[in-house]
C-alpha cells in the first residue's frame, strides 16, 4: 500500500515542481510588463543575475566547488560587448557570442592550473582572479576608459532590429533565463550532470568509479564561465553603460546572497534568489533608515528557517505530503 501511494503522487509532484517555478516566473514579468520602467529596470537586473547565479551554481553546487572570480568572466562579457559595438560597430548579438568564447577560452586557460588546487586555495586563486580582471579594467584605461566607463552601449538586436524599450528587453531576457536554467536541468541529468554530483560528493569515491576529476572540474568551471560572460554582456546591452564597479566585489557578494538564499544546488534556487534580493530592498523603501536592517534580519530569518534556500522549501512540502497520505 505504501509503494503504491508513493509511486501514484512522485509524478505529480515533480510536475508541479516543473511547471510552478515557469508560470510564477511569466506571471512575475507579466507584472512588471505593465508596471513603470523603473519595476522594469528592477526585474531587468533580477534576470540578468538569475543568469550570472545559475552558472555559479552549476559550479558550486552541482560540482561542489568554490569560486569567488566569476565578476571576471562578466567582465570580459560586459566590456567585450561594449568595446564591440561602440568602437567596432559590430552587433549586439554577435558580440554577446564572440565574448562568450572569449571567456571560455579564457576559463580553459585560467582553470587549467587553477583548478588543481582544493578547498579555500581553490577559493583564493578564484579570488585573486576576480580582483586582477577588476584592476584591470581601471588601469587599462586605453582599452576600458577607466572610472569614466563605456557609454552608448546599443541594446540587443540582430540584423538591424534593436529592442528599443526597457519592456522589450525585460522579455528577451526572462527568455534566456528560462533558456538558461533548462540547460542547466539537462546537464545535471545527463551522465555528465552525474559525474559532477559524484564528484560534489566525494573526489576519492569519483576517482575511483573512472571519473576524470580534472575533466570535469574544467568543463563545469567554463561552463559557469559562459553564464557569467552572458550575465554581463546582456548587462552592458540593458543599461547601455558599464564601469569597474559594475563587476567588483558587490557582484561576487550579491551574487552568493541569491545563490545560498534561493537554494544552491537546486534547479530553481538560483532565479528565486535573484528575484528575491533584487526586489526585497524596493519594497522596504519606505522603512528609509531602517531599511538596511529590515532587509538583512529578512535575509538572516529566511536561512535560519529555510537553510537549504527558499526552493528547498518545496522539496519539504512534497516529503510532508508524502508521509500524510502514507499515515492516511
Not at 30 to 41: L, N, Q, R
Not at 66 to 91: M, R, V
Not at 201 to 218: F, N, P, T
Amino acid at each position: 500500500m505504501t509503494s503504491h501511494v508513493t509511486t501514484s503522487i512522485e509524478p505529480t509532484g515533480i510536475r508541479w515542481q516543473s511547471i510552478l517555478p515557469i508560470v510564477a516566473v511569466l506571471a512575475l514579468a507579466a507584472v512588471g510588463f505593465v508596471s513603470s520602467d523603473y519595476i522594469v529596470t528592477v526585474l531587468g537586473f533580477a534576470f540578468i543575475y538569475a543568469i550570472f547565479c545559475t552558472g555559479l551554481n552549476f559550479f558550486m553546487g552541482y560540482t561542489g566547488q568554490a569560486s569567488f572570480g566569476q565578476s571576471a568572466f562578466a567582465a570580459i562579457g560586459g566590456y567585450g560587448s561594449a568595446i564591440l559595438c561602440t568602437d567596432y560597430g559590430w552587433e549586439p548579438l554577435l558580440a554577446l557570442f564572440a565574448t562568450m568564447v572569449l571567456s571560455g577560452v579564457a576559463a580553459v586557460l585560467v582553470g587549467y592550473p587553477t583548478l588543481r588546487l582544493r578547498g579555500h586555495y581553490l577559493a583564493m586563486a578564484t579570488f585573486a582572479l576576480g580582483l586582477i580582471v577588476y584592476e584591470i579594467t581601471i588601469e587599462w584605461t586605453a582599452l576600458t576608459q577607466g572610472y569614466m566607463g563605456y557609454s552608448g552601449v546599443p541594446p540587443l538586436g540582430v540584423a538591424g532590429f534593436t529592442l528599443d524599450t526597457l519592456k522589450q528587453q525585460l522579455v528577451v531576457l526572462v527568455v534566456i533565463s528560462l533558456i538558461g536554467v533548462g540547460i542547466a536541468a539537462r546537464l545535471r541529468q545527463s551522465r555528465f550532470g552525474r559525474a559532477l554530483a559524484s564528484i560534489a560528493g566525494s573526489e576519492s569515491a569519483a576517482r575511483a568509479l573512472g571519473v576524470d576529476i580534472a575533466r570535469y572540474k574544467l568543463i563545469a568551471f567554463v561552463i559557469a564561465a559562459l553564464y557569467a560572460s552572458a550575465a554581463g554582456s546582456l548587462f552592458a546591452h540593458f543599461v547601455g553603460f558599464i564601469s569597474p564597479e559594475v563587476y567588483g566585489t558587490t557582484m561576487v557578494i550579491q551574487s552568493f546572497a541569491m545563490l545560498y538564499l534561493g537554494g544552491i544546488g537546486t534547479m530553481w534556487g538560483p532565479m528565486i534568489g535573484a528575484i528575491i534580493v533584487s526586489i526585497l530592498p524596493e519594497t522596504m523603501r519606505g522603512l528609509k533608515e531602517m531599511q538596511d536592517i529590515a532587509y538583512t534580519a529578512v535575509l538572516i530569518l529566511i536561512l535560519i528557517f529555510a537553510p537549504r534556500g527558499l526552493a528547498g522549501l518545496s522539496v519539504l512540502f512534497r516529503r510532508t505530503r508524502v508521509r500524510v497520505l502514507e499515515k492516511a
